[in-house]
């Protein structure tokens, strides 16, 4: 379900905006219990608001730009009136005051919230086996994960259980879970869209971004959701492009660089580099200019990223005290005993051993020989991908080593679960943009993908190029697996 199929059921009069959310919700319903891609719906409102869009239509008023499109909301985004939990016993009961500024944008511009999508307890993950609330399945093969922490989002997406999703992406977590669900997921340049409202783990790492079926759907997305806010300072004062006009410029004579560090790296499945370099091959095809590039501390990027974002996220969780709001322990004998209790109750093990790390790497002592030393790695990373964009307009790797793994193979294995986002996490540790688009599938029939990343505040041309790509390749899915 892309929103070009959604709009022509609409304006061909085959059925109002009403019906076409009604029989959204009923496949919810149907066949959601087998994925569990939701941790709730939201029907009442999202029928009201679609019934104002059917208004709106009925009177030839104009329409908003996402006038009728079904989305939902991964749970660590806040949504007023809604319960934001991060899948965790933590916030369990916790309903947002106030509305994130992306998702205020979605609706403003005429989107339909459906509801909110399951993730790894507050976003740390690579699965999204460590919900509260749940194993999500992968909607290509139920016995496997869709990826994490944004799993939910990129299934319910993959399904047809909405026509968009908005995630979070702290070291890969859309790109990732997009890749192994077979659809498209953008990380966009840090600060271009706002974190307000969304809640926080890695706060230099974290970005909210789109997974859609198409490229230009993630487009329109991007668009609605970019832009200055006063509530973020970290948020950038800049122009924002027309992203779908700008998505079918030729090409031709385009730089892509080929990482080399990443089709060298022998975790790299083969059968993902030999469809990733068959999309190589195809961009030679429609005129790009292919360069080999070396980044040589790209594959230092896992080890820079969990020293960084567990230290970011032991000061981040600090605030769940069980004072304040949240889970609160009733054994508790003194203040000490609450909270120490409260935290030990209701965080489960991945979290807990985040914020042990990043406890251990900020202790005296410790924060020069492991937190600042990342911090260092950290700029040399981004030096070698600026070095890179004055050889190449832009750059290409796999998304991910491997294609969808099965449930329960690295539960008791974390430190090969991290490995799984070995070559997103570069990415985020120095502020680019980057997309993940399908690109073919192994023996399995499981999803592939390619991931395609830009310099700073280049979404355009990195959605150019996957657009010109997908519609070549005619990888575009346009059916629901369910």
Known sequence: MNFNSFRKEIFSNNASVKELVNDIFAKIDQKDPEINSYICTTKDSAISQAENIDKLIQNNEDLPPLAGIPIAVKDNICTKGVATTCASKMLKNFVAPYEATASSKLWSSGGICLGKTNLDEFAMGSSTETSLFGVTSNPWDINRVPGGSSGGSAASVAAGFCAAAIGSDTGGSIRQPASFCGVVGLKPTYGRVSRWGLVAFASSLDQIGPITNTVSDAAEILYSISGKDPFDSTCLDKPVPNYLADLNKSIKGLKIGIIKECFEHPGLNSEVKESVLSGVDRFKTLGAEIIEVECPRFNDGIATYYVIAPSEASANLARYDGVKYGYRSNDGLNLIDMTSKSRA?????????????????????????????????????????????????????????????????????????????????PVNLAGLPAISIPCGFDTKGLPIGMQLIGNVLEEDRILNAANIFEIDAQVINNRALF
Do not use: H, W
């Open 345 to 425: 109750e209701g965080f489960g093990d991945e979290v807990q051993r985040r914020i042990l790390i990043g406890t251990y790497a900020l202790s005296a002592g410790y924060t020069d020989a492991y937190y600042k030393k990342a911090q260092k790695v950290r700029t040399l990373i981004r030096k070698d991908f600026d070095n890179a964009f004055k050889k190449v307009d832009l750059l290409l790797t796999p998304t991910c080593p491997t294609t969808a793994f099965l449930k329960g193979d690295f539960v008791n294995d974390p430190l090969s679960m991290y490995l799984s986002d070995l070559l997103t996490v």
